[in-house]
Antibody, heavy 119, light 108 residues
Framework: EVQLVESGGGLVQPGESLRLSCAAS????????MNWVRQAPGKGLEWVSI???????YYADSVKGRFTISRDSSKNTLYLQMNSLRAEDTAFYYC?????????????WGQGTLVTVSS | DIQMTQSPSSLSASVGDRVTITCRAS??????LNWYQQKPGKAPNLLIF???SLQSGVPSRFSGSGSGTVFTLTISSLQPEDFATYYC??????????FGGGTKVEIK
């Protein structure tokens, strides 16, 4: 059974850092493209970052230069290193597995972890 | 970047109603369009991929159609468990993989 479990969220002050983890089971993270998607409280979904199986990474303009996506194949875990956090980064962060079959979509999602940036 | 616009942003409907949600892309995206359902406090759940393909396990009352710039998600007979927010997402030109703003389906 495919499962994604995020952890690492919490309350931080503006300018601080946080690292989110997404532990995967039931499949191998390195063989799929993996994503982070966030949702500010009461708002819509915003794609944040993608890590392709080949290692290429891309970021939303809103986080480029501050966030870094990575994976540890030995732990089958996806990460999101978030630096220089801002109040507007406050959101639930979901990891999502990507699949391509006639279209590229997110077929499995984690339960989300809440990041709150506030002084 | 491709912009996705959903309409309406919210709607009220009764159990048994036929409900249609529209998603428009700022440029042609062929059939690279997916739909998700999100219930309060839960992660989104894939309903439809490639504009009209039903994800495994999703009830057949959900259907998707469209190509190019205009797409629709239809619920043929609304059930109590269908009250949720629905999002479209394009994957034609990525990254970024952009979502629509969402449509909240509420009980009338």
């Amino acid at each position: 059974e495919v499962q994604l479990v995020e952890s690492g969220g919490g309350l931080v002050q503006p300018g601080e850092s946080l690292r989110l983890s997404c532990a995967a089971s039931g499949f191998t993270v390195s063989t799929y493209y993996m994503n982070w998607v966030r949702q500010a409280p009461g708002k819509g979904l915003e794609w944040v970052s993608i890590l392709y199986s080949g290692g290429s990474t891309y970021y939303a303009d809103s986080v480029k230069g501050r966030f870094t996506i990575s994976r540890d194949s030995s732990k089958n875990t996806l990460y999101l290193q978030m630096n220089s956090l801002r109040a507007e980064d406050t959101a639930f962060y979901y990891c999502a597995r990507g699949l391509t079959y006639s279209s590229s979509y997110f077929d499995y999602w984690g339960q989300g972890t809440l990041v709150t940036v506030s002084s | 970047d491709i912009q996705m616009t959903q309409s309406p942003s919210s709607l009220s409907a009764s159990v048994g109603d036929r409900v249609t949600i529209t998603c428009r892309a700022s440029q042609s995206i062929s059939s690279y369009l997916n739909w998700y359902q999100q219930k309060p406090g839960k992660a989104p759940n894939l309903l439809i991929f490639a504009a009209s393909s039903l994800q495994s396990g999703v009830p057949s009352r959900f259907s998707g159609s469209g190509s190019g710039t205009v797409f629709t998600l239809t619920i043929s007979s609304l059930q109590p468990e269908d009250f949720a927010t629905y999002y479209c997402q394009q994957s034609y030109s990525t990254p970024p993989l952009t979502f629509g703003g969402g449509t909240k389906v509420e009980i009338k």
